[in-house]
């Protein structure tokens, strides 16, 4: 992100402003910051929901704008706060973005994000009905499927939207075990409300108003030239 402004157009004035921000490959970057602070906006512009204003956002030095859209979508996995689970069985929900996935990958998957005990436990198993008007997941196990589905789409960038909201520490501390596993060699960026993920992350910055503040780090733009550089991430 350099010097990314945003302006909603049913409201006047920025929600974003000046934000510069790299996500380093295969780092783990969070943004804390209240609720309305822009965490969201900013996650919609690097999914090409919307385009910035003012300012660009760069993947290896292009421009998004310039990239096919499908093929910049189909590079990153989208975990957001409240997963939409469809009409379909456990297996199929994890399968979405990788249909040809075998049994093996699916109970791979499921294992990698915490889910597969409590999908033993369900009468179907892997085969159990869910979505609308059927069993309804708990807001954590619908969670763990939907990491389970972005281990199965193996993208190389990785969004999560306030992952552990709604749970109860128990579970979001094995929550947290399952984004670190899902992070491992990929490029994240983690949107939270309460500092206790942020543990998780190699940078943190806080937003504030549509404002970063800076990391406090040693020469943060030495090492991000080296590794964009080095980077095999571009769509
Ligand atoms: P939360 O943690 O509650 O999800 P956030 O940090 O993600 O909040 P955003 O959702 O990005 O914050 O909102 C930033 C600002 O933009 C807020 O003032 C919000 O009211 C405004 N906003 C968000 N979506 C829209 C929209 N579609 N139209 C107009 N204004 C919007």
């Known amino acids: 992100f350099e010097g990314v402004a ?6 006047v004035g ?9 996500l380093e490959p295969g780092r783990i970057t969070a943004l804390v910051g209240p609720s309305g602070a822009g965490k969201s906006t900013l996650a919609r512009l690097l999914m090409r929901l ?3 204003t003012e300012g660009r956002i760069t993947c290896a030095g292009l421009d998004l704008r310039e990239l096919d859209l499908e093929l910049w979508r189909a590079q990153v996995a989208w975990v957001p ?7 379909g069985t456990i297996a199929e929900n994890i399968a979405l973005c990788a249909p040809g996935a075998g049994r093996t990958q699916i109970e791979r998957a ?6 597969r005990e409590f999908i033993r436990r369900l009468p179907g198993g ?3 009905p869910v979505g609308e008007g059927e069993r309804r997941l708990s807001a954590g196990q619908a969670q763990r499927i939907a990491i389970a589905r972005a281990f199965l789409a193996d993208r190389p960038l990785l969004l999560m939207d306030e992952p552990t909201a709604h749970l109860d520490e128990e579970s ?4 947290t075990d399952a984004i670190e596993r899902l992070a491992r060699g990929r490029t994240t960026l983690l949107l939270v409300h309460h500092p206790l993920l942020s543990a998780l992350a ?3 910055h806080e937003i504030r108003d549509g404002r970063l503040s800076l990391p406090r780090e040693d020469d943060p733009a030495e090492g991000t030239a080296e590794l964009a550089e080095s980077s095999g991430v571009a769509a």
């Open 126 to 128: 892997l085969q159990t």
């Open 202 to 204: 190699h940078d943190v």
């Open 50 to 52: 919307a385009d910035p």
């Open 14 to 22: 920025r929600v974003l402003d000046g934000v510069d921000l790299d």
């Open 172 to 175: 979001a501390g094995e929550l």
């Open 81 to 87: 706060q409240r997963p939409t689970l469809f009409t």
């Open 110 to 115: 499921a294992s990698a994000a915490g889910a």
């Open 6 to 11: 945003y302006e909603y157009p049913q409201r």
